[in-house]
């Protein structure tokens, strides 16, 4: 059984910033794609950001380019997601997901494995 566990969420102001953790199994970072998907209530899930396996290639949103970072440390068992110059329209429930593949991730592929989940929620 793959863990997933997110952690970071919290309440930020418009244009504050918040740094979102998944720590994962051991070897999941070598050989699973990781995203990060994120679900508003009334509103249709919507993958964030992910990060390739193979070569660390990373996708985004465009409604987050340029404003949330994906990154990886191995020796943690951790993906990251710095979340910069939040808005309102960012209040979400922030889920982990991982996808075993060689492909490169895609902020649109199916991920079939999720964690808990960790609540954003930014007031303007």
């Known amino acids: 059984q793959v863990r997933l566990m997110e952690s970071g969420g919290g309440a930020v102001q418009a244009g504050g910033s918040l740094r979102l953790s998944c720590q994962v199994s051991?070897?999941?970072?070598?050989?699973?794609?990781v995203a990060w998907i994120r679900q508003a209530p009334g509103k249709e899930r919507e993958g964030v950001s992910c990060?390739?396996?193979?070569?660390?290639?990373?996708d985004y949103a465009a409604s987050v380019k340029g404003r949330f970072t994906i990154s990886r440390e191995f020796a943690k068992d951790t993906v990251y997601l710095q979340m910069n110059n939040l808005k309102s329209e960012d209040t979400a429930t922030y889920y982990c997901?991982?996808?075993?593949?060689?492909?490169?991730?895609?902020?649109?592929?199916?991920?079939?494995?999720w964690g808990q989940g960790t609540q954003v929620t930014v007031s303007s």
């Open positions: 051991k070897f999941v970072l070598d050989y699973y794609n």
């Open positions: 997901a991982i996808e075993n593949t060689d492909l490169f991730c895609s902020v649109r592929a199916n991920y079939p494995d």
């Open positions: 990060i390739s396996a193979n070569d660390g290639r990373t």
